[in-house]
């Protein structure tokens, strides 16, 4: 297979790559998954967005799709793998794939790997961000934002230079969301455990499973990622 661009940057990868980066809500998994979609061409698929898109493009699985979801029913995995296997075979997923939400269950993997196999595809790294849930809840607890600009902002690591202005545009509103206290963000771990604790072993036991330490800086994180994509 000859090798493809990564967009952007123009950096060539060795083979597309299928992989799943797991992480709970503040451990910087959409921070990295951004990085690899930007610097390698990857297309990071979520099946929430993929859902939507179907409802919006008024196909007959989108049409579907909408019906299930206004009735508040549970998304049959028969229709997901259908609607995850037409986004697969569209062509900017051929400089590899990042999974998001998916697989949650053994059925679902099970069925990610038959998805992947009829396309000559195998999945080739789950990668989680360990973290220090005590140190995730200061972390997330810490947030806060311009409510004009969107500029990030943390109680002890980054504070607005100038007190009560923002460093971007001067604003001097800021937020924090509601869902960033310390009960909800430990609620939001427990879920995170529950969700991914039934798909590890399966993939422990085929030696794909390398773990990451989330709570490093960005870019180490971001080094740690690439030497396992690389092979190095």
Same mark, same amino acid.
């Given at each position: 297979?000859?090798?493809?661009?990564?967009?952007?940057?123009?950096?060539?990868?060795?083979r597309?790559l299928? *992989?799943?980066?797991?992480g $709970?809500?503040?451990?910087?998994?959409?921070?990295?998954?951004? /990085? +690899?979609?930007? %610097? #390698? =061409?990857?297309?990071?698929?979520?099946?929430?967005?993929?859902?939507r898109?179907?409802?919006?493009?008024?196909?007959?699985?989108?049409?579907?799709?909408?019906?299930i979801?206004?009735?508040?029913?549970?998304?049959?995995?028969?229709?997901?793998?259908?609607?995850?296997?037409?986004?697969?075979?569209?062509?900017?997923?051929a400089?590899?794939? *990042?999974?998001?939400?998916? $697989?949650?269950?053994?059925?679902?993997?099970?069925?990610?790997? /038959? +998805?992947?196999? %009829? #396309? =000559?595809?195998?999945?080739?790294?789950?990668?989680?961000?360990?973290?220090?849930?005590?140190?995730?809840?200061?972390?997330?607890?810490?947030?806060f934002?311009?409510?004009?600009?969107?500029?990030?902002?943390?109680?002890?690591?980054?504070?607005?230079?100038?007190?009560?202005?923002?460093?971007?545009?001067?604003?001097?509103?800021?937020?924090?969301?509601?869902?960033?206290?310390?009960?909800?963000?430990?609620?939001?771990?427990?879920?995170? /455990?529950?969700k991914?604790?039934?798909?590890?072993?399966?993939y422990?036991?085929?030696?794909?499973?390398?773990?990451?330490?989330?709570?490093?800086?960005?870019?180490?994180?971001?080094?740690?990622?690439?030497?396992?994509?690389?092979?190095?």
């Amino acid at each position: 297979m000859s090798t493809a661009p990564a967009a952007g940057t123009g950096k060539p990868s060795a083979r597309p790559l299928n *992989i799943i980066l797991l992480g $709970p809500p503040g451990a910087g998994k959409g921070t990295q998954a951004g /990085r +690899l979609v930007a %610097e #390698r =061409g990857m297309v990071q698929l979520s099946t929430g967005d993929m859902l939507r898109a179907a409802v919006k493009a008024g196909t007959e699985i989108g049409r579907m799709a909408d019906e299930i979801m206004k009735a508040g029913k549970l998304f049959p995995d028969d229709l997901m793998s259908e609607i995850l296997g037409h986004r697969l075979d569209e062509p900017d997923t051929a400089n590899g794939v *990042i999974f998001d939400g998916y $697989p949650r269950t053994h059925t679902q993997a099970e069925s990610l790997d /038959r +998805l992947l196999g %009829e #396309r =000559g595809r195998s999945l080739d790294h789950v990668i989680e961000l360990s973290v220090d849930e005590e140190a995730l809840v200061e972390r997330i607890t810490g947030r806060f934002s311009c409510s004009r600009c969107g500029e990030g902002y943390h109680d002890l690591n980054k504070l607005p230079k100038l007190e009560g202005l923002c460093d971007v545009c001067g604003n001097d509103q800021f937020k924090r969301r509601a869902d960033d206290n310390a009960e909800a963000v430990r609620t939001r771990l427990a879920e995170y /455990r529950a969700k991914t604790a039934p798909i590890l072993p399966g993939y422990e036991a085929r030696g794909i499973v390398q773990r990451v330490d989330g709570m490093a800086p960005i870019e180490q994180v971001e080094q740690a990622i690439e030497v396992i994509l690389d092979g190095r």
